[in-house]
């Protein structure tokens, strides 16, 4: 069917205007942000909507098998809407039994227990700190285990913000809004509302928010704002060594840039008590736990050091997964699930690895199925691989130092292409 969106003020923001009006179908993207959501059909149902005749199905189909440089408006062939009809057709097969097995149920006891490595982490760094001699071997360790535990409410407020710890959705974003507050010093309102736009259509120019990146760095020669890069000495100095500078440097400086102005400035202005409190909590926290010992300014000096290694750890796994794939033009419409074939990465499971990158390592399913519990992507993967053979899609995974390699090579490669002259 088609729905009348033209005056209904989303809740979930702007993302809904990236699948309106192009005649695409967002049938999946609709379940799949909504999944856990009682409210969503009832508003579905009350809105406008007719059913799409043969010809608008035909050019959905059209839209999600277009070729390079293929207009919208070509003409569907039937091999174009059976493609099409049969993916949409499988998904919701293979959807359907994950949910009747149980694989969408949140898991209570593992959300316990990543709370409690969470906290066990920040409790051993915070005593080894304080109980060890500064700049010893032993407090090194304590600020290692402090920073990973912060870089872990990250992968912790990340299932929070997709709903799949308790399933209970506003339960979820409390939990979420806590522990990226306190953990992370950050807002999980800002998070939601930028994260469902690169869910959306991820890897999309115009579209994906984590290609707007600019003047920081560049993981794409077509982002917004690349053509300022020549004419910019400054601009184009700092993208020239952005490989170099990526992981010590530019992760450290979104996190900073996002903590004290952009984060902060939207709870004030969402007026998100939860949130500003669990700010405010955290810096009040470090400088109660550290001062004592270090003085006010070594409690800063462990806070920067601790977020430093934090923000590197979070940033620079998230990167591996997308930033070097390529991308799709703003007018390009694609099905849901190749968006996760084309646009997303697996990297390679491992016992470490899975823990590393707590589970989001399966890309390609926490793209497919993004409110089922994180730990689970490893269990259905041989049945999402099997899916994508099926229809001839890339199942594509990668060993975790070379997706790491990928990465640098791409912020070289469009380093290069930004700030070197075509006459060199």
């Given at each position: 069917r088609f729905y009348d969106v033209s005056s209904f003020k989303h809740p979930g923001g702007s993302v809904i205007k990236f699948l309106t009006g192009n005649g695409g179908d967002a049938t999946e993207t609709f379940q799949e942000f909504h999944q856990r959501s009682k409210k969503a059909d009832k508003v579905l149902k009350s809105l406008p909507s007719r059913e799409a005749t043969e010809k608008e199905l035909a050019k959905a189909a059209k839209l999600a098998n277009l070729k390079p440089g293929e207009s919208p408006n070509a003409t569907a062939t039937d091999a174009d809407v059976k493609k099409f009809s049969a993916l949409s057709r499988d998904y919701a097969v293979l959807r359907k039994e994950l949910e009747e097995e149980g694989f969408f149920k949140p898991s209570i006891p593992h959300v316990v227990y990543r709370v409690l490595e969470v906290v066990a982490l920040f409790v051993a760094g915070a005593l080894l700190i304080n109980r060890a001699e500064?700049?010893?071997?032993?407090?090194?360790?304590?600020?290692?285990?402090?920073?990973?535990?912060?870089?872990?409410?990250?992968?912790?407020?990340?299932?929070?913000?997709?709903?799949?710890?308790?399933?209970?959705?506003?339960?979820?974003?409390?939990?979420?809004?806590?522990?990226?507050?306190?953990?992370?010093?950050?807002?999980?309102?800002?998070?939601?509302?930028?994260?469902?736009?690169?869910?959306?259509?991820p890897q999309k120019l115009k579209h994906d928010v984590d290609l707007n990146t600019l003047p920081l760095v560049a993981f794409v020669t077509d982002a917004p704002g690349a053509k300022s890069v020549p004419r910019s000495a400054i601009l184009k100095a700092w993208i020239k060594y952005q490989a170099y500078l990526f992981a010590p440097v530019t992760c450290v400086l979104v996190g900073l840039g996002w903590t004290l102005a952009l984060h902060p400035k939207h709870s004030v202005r969402t007026n998100n008590v939860v949130e500003l409190f669990s700010m405010a909590l955290r810096y009040a926290g470090v400088i109660a736990l550290f001062s004592p010992k270090y003085g006010v300014l070594g409690a800063l000096g462990i806070y920067l050091a601790t977020f430093a290694l934090a923000t590197n750890y979070i940033f620079l796994n998230f990167a591996v997964s997308h930033t070097h794939l390529p991308t799709t033009q703003p007018d390009d419409y694609l099905h849901w699930v190749q968006y996760a074939a084309s646009h997303t990465t697996n990297i390679q499971t491992s016992w470490w690895c899975d823990w590393w990158m707590a589970y989001l390592n399966f890309q390609i399913e926490h793209h497919l199925f993004p409110s089922m519990p994180q730990f689970r992507h490893r269990m259905v993967s041989p049945r999402v691989k099997a899916f994508f053979e099926k229809h001839g899609l890339v199942y594509d995974v990668r060993p975790y130092f070379g997706a790491m390699k990928d990465t640098f090579d791409n912020l070289q490669h469009v380093a290069d292409e930004l700030t070197v002259s075509k006459k060199e």
């Open positions: 500064a700049f010893s071997a032993v407090f090194f360790v304590g600020m290692a285990l402090f920073g990973i535990a912060q870089g872990r409410c990250g992968w912790l407020m990340h299932e929070g913000g997709h709903y799949s710890l308790t399933g209970q959705i506003k339960t979820d974003k409390f939990l979420q809004e806590v522990i990226y507050g306190l953990g992370c010093g950050m807002s999980g309102g800002w998070w939601r509302s930028q994260h469902n736009k690169h869910h959306a259509t």
